[in-house]
């Protein structure tokens, strides 16, 4: 009657799949896990789950009618595709944003980013079954998804991006809100580090696990904060600043190794609370020097960019460089439409990387990496 | 609890003029019918302590937590009770049905077995076995055999993780457990539960010595022993499977551990059977080294006395009547003793298991065998020798005694500022409706 289907491979090893509903793979991917007791052989990634051809979408749609698929590319950071695809359109067409545009810009994506590591950061320790933590920053992203809703309407597909400048202006009192809020919310970062950064065992968890070096992560194509805690000093805003980040003064916070080596998935989690940290005050700058203007540029009724041009155009989101490029063909369709994303990248790692970690530790790394499904897949 | 079958018999046969053929029957009933109450008791202490847990949790995680079903949702439990037997009941195909059955009532016999012999009061025990100590380490080890048929049996790789994680775990962490232990043995002379907390007294006579004060505690016996229990502390959190070593059913990682494939009534039994555990493990730590149910200035009636009839509590230069109703509140007060003693060791497991995060495999392997185990075979070793160098008579027993209660006290001070800072930090902005 029994009959048992626990795959043997032939050198005793066990082949079981982590997902694709699996508590700790962050959405729907499969990880063929080959171990060995509790000591992982290989985990190979099993992407595509997630696909739904936004790209192919893409083609089929005139160019701003596109901009409502882009928030589906990562929904927990809607606002950086929106502006990929935003601004590789405006690089086709030639368009200058207004600078009012550019700051409403920054404070629309630097508010998403901070909601996004906010989820990245509370999923981490709740990988690692410390559940408290996460609840502490739901509670906080409440409060920034209330403000996105009041900025654009939405609180998870915001569409608030348009080709050439932004939808709509801030609400009445908008600014007193974010103000008070990033007041509410500073304070409470030293209280979350306190509750778990430096809690001792979360330390030993994540200490030394899978480091990766500067080298392997600019070979693996790492991008964002998974880059910068490997110690590469690399961030789109500062290095190659697009919309009115060239304005903004902030740090970079990079990997030091602070409880381990550089690279490590402890690094990975520490430079995202810090980059929280600077978040908010880019905020707080682009809040106060708000400057009066126009919304949206000049832009053509019908946009028709000449066939041949193309355009490839990144921002720093919350999971690292977004490149979106487009290739036209003289209609009101791009020819194609392509997104680079970093959760992608990151994918490819984890194969590499896998060989004698323990469970728990590809549990620690994935969650360390901040990978969304649907932006694997688009 | 055969002196009890035994007397409720005579009275029947007295009273109701029972004949002696039916006597077995009677016996076997009546078994029978203490076991279920006994099995009821533990469900329903279970399920307070799950209120408890959900409650002091929603408060820690800053939200509110059930309080819908009954006043303040103490009855939440009988809900979701309700709810999980209703729910069908799935054995997959490829299981193995018998094990697969079996499972589930194996953890709880242990979890549950082991009530009988926690002394709730003087009176107030199932049975006051003389290696009371043994049997409910031993007992509750069955929880193993329960866990590991389950991931066996279940079919699921997942579910074998966890069998095989929490049967290490749980044999490993035996030791430490039962090693620290043994200093009370020593110390009362006894593995029964109720004389090991009877010992935990000084003279009679003064009303500052007698009963469970804290200086009488046998945590507070030598630095060693302090060590001691939080050596039990932790392998008793192990063993409960509760966070930071909750391993066997890691959920992040084992989607659910062990009990993956179980639902409805199983599940519900496995559910009642952890949280029942983690009561027991706080008893223990309660009988071992908190004084249990002594009341502080109460000095116990010896057997003899008790046997003799006529013997009386003495309490702050009161007699009270051993067979009286006096004695019946004095039960009531030990009692409540007790459960706040338990429900405060309790307090500390819950606000762990939602504070820290799980530690790894090797980790809780290291903790074991490198650290917990040495360490306890040194302060075996040296409470010993402190017996023989202060005996627990001596006024310099006493002394240290006192010293060390009041650091204790230092400790639980420092303990309960820093809670209270930590709520308080963040201040009402923890609440941000004001802001939208």
Redesign the interface.
């Known amino acids: 009657m029994t009959s048992y289907t626990t795959e043997i491979i032939d050198d005793g090893k066990m082949l079981i799949n982590m997902g694709p509903q699996h508590p700790s793979t962050h959405g729907v991917i499969n990880f063929l896990v080959e171990t060995d007791g509790e000591v992982i052989d290989r985990a190979i990634p099993e992407i595509g789950y997630l696909h739904r051809g936004i790209e192919k979408i893409g083609e089929m749609v005139p160019y701003p009618g596109f901009m409502p698929y882009t928030d589906r590319v990562d929904y927990l950071a809607a606002m950086f595709a929106n502006e990929s695809y935003a601004m590789a359109v405006e690089k086709l067409l030639g368009l200058e944003l207004p600078r009012r545009a550019r700051y409403l810009r920054v404070i629309a994506c630097e508010l998403n980013r901070l909601a996004s590591h906010l989820v990245g950061t509370g999923c981490m320790p709740m990988d690692l079954g410390a559940f408290t933590p996460f609840t502490h920053w739901v509670r906080e992203r409440e409060t920034a998804n209330d403000l996105t809703e009041e900025l654009c309407g939405a609180r998870l597909t915001y569409n608030y991006l348009r080709i050439g400048g932004v939808s709509q202006d801030l609400p009445v009192g908008f600014d007193k809100r974010l103000l008070q809020y990033l007041d509410h919310i500073e304070p409470i970062i030293p209280e979350f580090n306190r509750l778990i950064t430096g809690n001792e065992i979360f330390v030993k968890r994540l200490a030394n696990v899978v480091p990766v070096t500067g080298e392997e992560a600019i070979a693996y194509g790492l991008v964002g904060p998974n880059l910068r805690a490997s110690g590469v000093d690399w961030d789109l805003r500062r290095d190659l600043p697009y919309s009115a980040y060239g304005e903004m003064d902030f740090e970079v916070p990079i990997g030091k190794g602070v409880r381990g080596v550089v690279g490590d998935c402890y690094d990975r989690f520490v430079v995202r609370i810090e980059e929280m940290t600077q978040s908010i005050r880019i905020l707080r700058q682009a809040v106060e020097g708000l400057p009066e203007g126009e919304l949206t540029c000049k832009v053509p009724k019908k946009i028709k960019p000449p066939a041949g041009t193309d355009a490839f155009a990144r921002t720093e989101s919350a999971r690292g460089e977004l490149g979106c490029y487009l290739l036209a063909d003289g209609t009101d369709k791009p020819a194609r439409v392509r997104f680079r994303t970093g959760s992608f990248a990151a994918m490819c790692i984890i194969e590499d990387k896998s060989p004698g970690l323990m469970i728990a530790d590809l549990v620690a790394f994935i969650a360390s990496i901040d990978v969304v499904a649907p932006e694997i897949d688009r | 609890m055969q002196d009890l079958v035994s007397f409720l018999n005579s009275q029947l046969q007295t009273v109701f003029g029972l004949s002696e053929t039916l006597f077995p029957y009677v016996a076997a009933a009546m078994v029978l019918a203490i076991a279920f109450g006994f099995t009821v008791f533990a469900a329903v202490y279970a399920g307070v302590f799950i209120f408890f847990e959900r409650r002091i949790a929603g408060r ?4 509110i937590g059930p309080n819908r079903v009954g006043p303040q949702g103490l009855l939440q439990f009988i809900a979701d009770a309700v709810k999980l037997i209703f729910k069908e009941d799935i054995i997959p195909t ?4 018998p094990l697969f059955k079996l499972a589930p009532y194996l953890m709880f016999i242990g979890v549950v077995a082991g009530f009988a012999v926690l002394p709730f009061s003087h009176r107030v025990i199932a049975a006051d076995l003389n290696v009371g100590l043994l049997y409910v380490l031993a007992i509750t080890s069955i929880t193993v055999v329960g866990v590991l048929m389950s991931g066996w049996a279940s ?1 699921s ?2 579910a ?2 966890g069998g ?2 929490s049967a290490a775990q749980l044999v490993s962490y035996e030791i430490p457990s039962g090693l620290a232990l043994l200093p009370a043995v020593l110390l009362s002379g006894s593995l029964s539960t109720q004389e090991i907390i009877m010992a935990q007294a000084g003279s009679p006579e003064h009303a500052l010595t007698a009963g469970g004060w804290p200086w009488n505690w046998y945590i507070f016996h030598s630095p060693m022993m302090f060590v001691c229990f939080v050596i039990f502390f932790i392998a008793q959190l192990a063993e409960g499977a509760r ?2 070593f ?1 391993l066997p059913e ?6 659910s551990g062990y009990n993956t494939e179980y639902s409805g009534f199983r599940f519900g039994a496995y559910f009642t059977a952890e949280f029942a555990n983690t009561w027991i493990a706080g008893a223990l730590c309660v009988i071992v080294f908190f004084g249990g149910w002594q009341i502080p200035g109460a000095a116990v009636p010896s057997a003899e006395a008790i046997a003799a009839s006529g013997a009386t509590w003495t309490w702050f230069g009161y007699s009270i009547e051993y067979a009286g109703w006096g004695a019946f509140w004095l039960e009531a007060l030990s009692f409540l003793f007790f459960i706040v003693k338990m429900a405060g060791v309790v307090f500390i497991i819950i606000q762990l298991r ?10 809780m392997m290291t903790i074991c065998w490198k650290y917990l185990l040495p360490l306890t075979f040194a302060c075996l070793f040296l409470i010993l020798g402190w017996m023989i160098v202060l005996p627990w008579e001596s006024t310099a027993a006493l002394v240290v005694r006192i010293v060390m209660a009041l650091a204790g006290a230092v400790l639980l001070a420092l303990y309960a500022w820093r809670v209270r800072y ?1 709520i308080h ?2 201040g009402d ?2 609440y ?1 409706h004001w ?2």
Do not use: C, H, Y
């Open positions: 820690i995680m800053s939200r490829s299981a193995d049905r079919n790789k997942w074998l993780f095989m994680r966070l930071p909750d890691g959920e992040s990682e084992l989607v939602w504070t820290v995060p799980r530690v790894r495999i090797d980790q930590n930090s963040a902005k923890v941000p802001i939208i």
